[in-house]
């Protein structure tokens, strides 16, 4: 029988146009009583579905009997189709030497053009393998005959499959080129499933680009085909781990690497995909900095790939076990050796990632004072910093630092580092959302800290300080892309506020939420997952830092800038026209002591704790002593404005006793405190105040401000929803929103304030034109942020600072609402009086009333910028 004799044949490309069509007319046939031929047919398409969406067990029960079938049938094409198809099943089942052995008999069995279609599977299993070579050779014998039988769907799914093959191999521009002349046939077909994967694959090509945002618009897209079929997506689980992982989103990845295992068990899918999803697991783990999960995960990713006789897997799952035991602390000789040979196979593969695996080598031979094998092997994964994509460049430039400290060249390490940092630099702002590009600072966390630690050595404050900058807050230096009018992002953010707003409403009431909040989470994960395919606009990065320019705009001012180099505190101090070190205490002791604040302050907000403020201010001395040290003795008597890392977020400055009585502000970084110090308030002096709904003061710091202003815009009530708000407060000059806020520590752009409609969340504010000059949250941890990458900050605050805010007074701590009237009233009188946000809250600090509750709240409240 030859492709076309018989409509029965048309089943088998049915089986990727519509699945469940295709498994149900099969089954049909063999209910019927179809003939030998006919139920050859349907078996082998019973056994395409259940190899790629179902239970392989079965699918290998049917593929033998339609082997059988076409043996007593007598057509030797006919056996050599389904030896092919039943190849790859048992290759995908484990069964690597079986496998091979089907296709042998297939290649000799089948003739012409069914020997192409056999040769074009047998190179997707040499490819499953890991044996490049292999598949390429059959692949392109594959790719001319059927070409020349003029067959569309087997040309495009061979040019998908080489296009892959490309890719695994490092070759972008001829993937590109073969993924271009598959999409060009789909087009002309219509199967759905085969289009659904070309989609899929483009979105592999487009990560392989570097181009993260399109390689999760077009796995989403591919995603949607899928549903709509009915069919598993175990390979586009993996492929978008790696795409969520080098996106910085590891904790993610690791969770769909391990529902997709779960699922695939549920089914009894290929071993093949579980062995390769364990690999995506473990590697998700290590990233997450979780290497015991990552060493069991990659564990047994060795074990099945080893049983499967893939060699390329196996290599690159030792290597996944190598990083994870050495990122659990193990360090040895044995360590150094398995790292180099994983590095030498990988390299014969043709890998990339033996340039990680050298890289590693080198490491753990320097941390074991091995220099001269150190040398070699940092030598070998220098060489990639030269070409290819932004995070193997990345890896050769933090050879090269590594080698030049090992040599004692500072100054090889500070090119070193900054050359790999502009890669990043580059990267970075291809990526549109501010979330992405925070997290993607993590890849230069190493780099920055040898640049660090290269500053400090030359004895040099103001070259430290650089460092210090240039790789902190850097997701600040410039606004996130703007979203698209989008009308389906819009409706997910409108759906999203009104389900939240009823979710609400039924936990107060004491009604059950499940099925609200599952709706709740679905529409969170759309709109994040819009958010972040948009690719960034900015070329570039703005204007480095330069501490000439920072003390000449400082005057009076005291800039004490944090930096932590071997988990201890090193504070520089930036004013009268010179940088000061002084070496303050252990971040890991400051980090408790700063728990030790907030919680007293958390509990100061209720009555009847007066007894903990003392506790509260002996924890605020010790504090003091661990943040400032000896800098706090030379503060000078003017303004003061502290740039902690991401670590010392929470802390409430207000709290340290030298700063209490201060003009004292707070900044992510130096840089952007001069960017806040330059922007230009707006023309026109506009003002508006908003009232949230179910505050316990019922937003009484409202009213009297209201009056101060003249005429401002007052929103209130069902006037406060998020539309108007939004509306109003683009480009207002001053903005104070009393509101209940949340922060959300797993989905910081969710984050909110409470409108009359639902919340306003970080992903509304950043689709403001321009954010008001200064805006006041006198309202409950509107100062809390998430840490992420490197020292990064996501919240409430860094999502205005970016979009024109110069000045925000925000709080990090829960507070009482009626403690907060006489404080934001006094502030504002300030503010009338033409004071800076800074100097109006110092002033408001000493005016409220001196009880522990009014002081904790005023010590909760910090002013953010410098307008």
């Known amino acids: 029988m030859t492709a076309g004799s018989d409509p029965v044949l048309e089943l088998l490309p049915m089986v990727f146009a519509a699945p469940g069509e295709a498994l149900a007319q099969a089954r049909e046939l063999l209910d019927a009583g179809a003939s030998p031929p006919h139920a050859c047919v349907a078996h082998q398409v019973i056994g395409i579905w259940q190899r790629d969406f179902g239970d392989l067990r079965l699918a290998l029960r049917h593929l033998r009997r339609a082997r059988a079938l076409a043996a007593r049938a007598g057509s030797a094409d006919r056996e050599a189709d389904v030896l092919a198809t039943l190849g790859v099943a048992l290759v995908h089942a484990g069964r690597t030497r ?19 279609r056999v040769l074009y599977r047998r190179a997707y299993v040499w490819w499953v393998l890991g044996r490049h070579r292999e598949a390429l050779a059959d692949v392109r014998r594959a790719v001319a005959v059927l070409r020349q039988a003029d067959d569309v769907i087997w040309t495009a799914r ?15 521009e001829r993937a590109d080129a073969d993924f271009a002349a598959a999409e060009t046939l789909w087009d002309t077909t219509g199967q759905e499933h085969d289009k659904a994967d070309a989609v899929e694959s483009r979105g592999l090509a487009a990560f392989r680009r570097g181009d993260i945002p399109a390689a999760l618009r077009l796995l989403d897209e591919a995603e949607e085909r899928y549903a709509k079929l009915g069919t598993p997506t175990f390979m586009l689980n993996i492929r978008r781990c790696e795409v969520l992982m080098a996106a910085g989103l590891a904790p993610e990845a690791l969770a769909e690497a391990d529902a997709a295992i779960a699922e695939l068990d549920r089914l009894g899918g290929q071993p093949t995909r579980k062995a390769e999803l364990l690999l995506a697991a473990a590697r998700a783990a290590r990233l997450a900095d979780d290497p015991h999960t990552a060493i069991a995960r990659a564990a047994v990713a060795v074990r099945l790939f080893g049983g499967q006789r893939r060699g390329w897997w196996e290599t690159h799952a030792r290597l996944v076990l190598i990083e994870a035991r050495v990122a659990a602390g193990r360090r040895s000789g044995r360590l150094v050796a398995d790292a180099a040979a994983v590095a030498g196979r990988l390299a014969s593969f043709g890998s990339p990632a033996a340039l990680e695996a050298s890289l590693l080598a080198g490491r753990t031979a320097l941390a074991l004072g091995w220099t001269e094998q150190a040398e ?16 193997a460049r990345v890896t050769g ?78 997701v600040l230096s410039a606004p996130p892309a703007r979203p698209p009018a989008d009308p389906a992002l819009l409706s997910a953010l409108t759906a999203f506020r009104e389900i939240a707003a009823r979710a609400e409403a039924a936990r107060r009431d004491g009604r059950p939420v499940p099925v609200l909040e599952r709706e709740q989470r679905r529409l969170e994960r759309e709109i994040r997952s819009r958010t972040l395919h948009l690719r960034g606009e900015a070329p570039g990065c703005g204007d480095r830092f330069a501490p000439g320019r920072l003390l000449a705009r400082l005057g009076e001012t005291r800039l004490a800038e944090l930096a932590v180099l071997d988990g201890r505190v090193h504070v ?85 006793p030298s700063l209490r009585e201060r003009v004292l502000s707070v900044s992510p970084s130096a840089s952007s405190w001069l960017r806040a110090r330059e922007t230009e308030p707006p023309h026109g002096g506009r003002q508006v105040l908003v009232r949230g709904p179910g505050l316990a003061s019922a937003g009484a710091e409202v009213p009297e401000p209201a009056g101060r202003y003249g005429a401002p815009t007052v929103l209130e009530g069902a006037g406060a929803h998020v539309s108007r708000v939004l ?60 840490s992420v990458g490197a020292d990064e900050l996501l919240g409430l605050v860094t999502a205005l600072l970016p979009l024109g805010t110069a000045g925000v007074v925000a709080c990090s701590a829960p507070v009482n609402d009626e403690a907060v009237v006489p404080l934001m009233l006094a502030l504002h009188k300030g503010l009338g009086a033409g004071l800076c946000l800074a100097e109006a809250l110092r002033d408001a600090r000493a005016a409220v009333p001196g009880d522990a509750t009014h002081r904790a709240t005023a010590w909760a409240f910090s002013a953010f910028g410098a307008a």
């Open 98 to 116: 079986q496998g091979l052995a089907a296709f042998e008999q297939g290649v000799a069995r089948g003739t012409g053009h069914t020997r192409a």
């Open 158 to 172: 061979a040019l998908t499959l080489r296009a892959t093959v490309h890719l695994a191999l490092g070759a972008v």
């Open 572 to 656: 520089l101090l930036c004013g009268a026209g010179r940088v000061r070190r002084f070496e303050a205490g252990r971040l890991a002791d400051a980090v408790i002591e700063a728990e030790h604040v907030q919680a007293g302050l958390r509990r100061l907000a209720h009555p009847g704790a007066a007894a903990r403020l003392p506790v509260v201010e002996a924890a605020g001395r010790r504090l003091e002593e661990l943040l400032l040290g000896p800098a706090a003795r030379h503060l000078g008597s003017g303004p003061v404005v502290i740039v902690p890392p991401n670590s010392l977020h929470r802390v409430p400055w207000a709290s340290l």
């Open 727 to 786: 509306r109003e407060l683009d480009g207002a000059a001053l903005a104070h929103i009393a509101a209940h806020g949340s922060f959300r520590a797993d989905s910081p752009m969710f984050s909110s304030l409470r409108m009359a409609d639902g919340p306003l969340t970080v992903h509304d504010f950043e689709r403001l034109d321009r954010s008001p000059y200064r805006i006041i949250l006198s309202c409950c941890d509107t100062a809390r942020l998430a």
């Open 376 to 391: 070699r092997h940092l030598a070998a994964a220098a060489r990639g910093r030269h070409s290819g994509p932004p995070p």
């Open 397 to 474: 430039w933090a050879a090269q630092a590594l080698r030049a400290r090992a040599a004692g060249s500072r100054r090889g390490v500070l090119e070193a580092c900054r050359r790999g940092l502009d890669v990043l630099d580059e990267h970075r702002m291809t990526l549109g959302a501010s979330e992405l590009r925070a997290r993607a600072t993590a890849q230069g966390a190493e780099l920055a800290a040898l640049a660090q630690e290269a500053g400090l050595a030359s004895g040099e404050p103001r070259r430290l300080l650089v460092w210090s900058e240039r790789w902190r807050a850097t």
